[in-house]
């Protein structure tokens, strides 16, 4: 199929909504292979992601498996929220199983207060937590409790847990 249009809802409201240039549909296995996919999700006020507004996602390629309930988005994958925080990474796999998206390629992110890069990263897809690994460095500029700015803090660990809520 060709500039192929979607919409996912959940309890009669839309959670996310996409587009793809391409899409191969495999019905007896329930496999998908798009080209050009993109999607905009609009977390529940509810979770975690709540916080970030609706994020836009985009990839070249995208396949996904509906009976396995995996996924993949990959050559240059780009996310960009309506709070403002953006980034890229090659790859994004997701485990609908587990309800959770993974990556093992670098990731750079940037938002209000934070510039980071890291070889990987891990997400609960309800927003609970968001875990970089694999090295983590950047810069996290805090917020003081007046709401002014704190000089900004490099930052060079291991892995580090962003708390989303």
């Known amino acids: 199929m060709h500039e192929v249009a979607f919409a996912?809802?959940?309890?009669?409201?839309?959670?996310a909504r996409?587009?793809?240039?391409?899409?191969?549909?495999r019905r007896a296995g329930g496999r998908l292979d798009a080209q050009s996919p993109t999607a905009t999700l609009y977390?529940?006020?509810?979770?975690?992601?709540?916080m970030f507004g609706e994020v836009q996602l985009a990839a070249p390629h995208g396949e996904g498996d509906l009976a396995t309930k995996h996924g993949t988005a990959s050559g240059g994958v780009r996310f960009r929220t309506a709070r403002g925080?953006?980034?890229?990474?090659e790859r994004i796999l997701w485990d609908g199983l587990a309800d959770q998206l993974s990556g093992d390629r670098q990731v750079d992110a940037?938002?209000?207060?934070?510039?980071?890069?890291?070889?990987g990263f891990s997400a609960h897809a309800?927003?609970?937590?968001?875990?970089?690994?694999?090295g983590v460095s950047g810069t996290l500029q805090p917020e003081?409790?007046?709401?002014?700015?704190?000089?900004p803090r490099r930052v060079r660990s291991a892995s580090r847990k962003m708390r989303t809520h």
């Open 43 to 50: 977390p529940q006020p509810a979770t975690g992601y709540a």
């Open 126 to 134: 309800d927003g609970r937590d968001i875990t970089l690994t694999g």
């Open 110 to 119: 940037q938002g209000p207060g934070y510039l980071v890069r890291s070889r």
């Open 18 to 25: 996409g587009t793809a240039t391409q899409l191969g549909y």
């Open 8 to 15: 996912r809802l959940a309890e009669g409201r839309v959670t």
């Open 144 to 151: 003081t409790t007046a709401g002014e700015r704190a000089p």
């Open 85 to 89: 925080d953006r980034g890229t990474t």
